[in-house]
Nanobody
Framework: VQLQASGGGLVQAGGSLRLSCAAS????????MAWYRQAPGKQRELVAT???????NYADSVKGRFTISRDNAKNTVYLQMNSLKPEDTAVYYC???????????????WGQGTQVTVSS
């Protein structure tokens, strides 16, 4: 199983970016998907989560600016980031709790991370 994240880059404050993360491999089903981020010198923090049914939750720092969504048919999660601020600069990681075909129990999988840099 592999999670491939893409869409990061350099943007000016106030701009927008859209991150994507596609899960591939022998996936039986995906439970929750999420985005985390880690800024230099800081711990990794949860940005947003989405359940298989589409329920979402956001960190207070991104509420009203970021939107998480998913396409279950494509095993893909997205993060639309608007009104970006310099403090949003971080490496963004996607996460999925999923079942692998033929394996009992769900497990955590992580993408490789994509850099988002917001200039002031």
């Amino acid at each position: 199983v592999q999670l491939q994240a893409s869409g990061g880059g350099l943007v000016q404050a106030g701009g927008s970016l859209r991150l994507s993360c596609a899960a591939s491999g022998s996936i039986f089903g995906i439970k929750n998907m999420a985005w985390y981020r880690q800024a230099p010198g800081k711990q990794r923090e949860l940005v947003a989560t989405i359940t298989s049914g589409g329920s979402t939750n956001y960190a207070d720092s991104v509420k009203g600016r970021f939107t998480i969504s998913r396409d279950n048919a494509k095993n893909t999660v997205y993060l639309q980031m608007n009104s970006l601020k310099p403090e949003d600069t971080a490496v963004y990681y996607c996460n999925a709790v999923l079942w692998v075909a033929g394996v009992a129990g769900a497990d955590d999988y992580w993408g490789q991370g994509t850099q988002v840099t917001v200039s002031s």
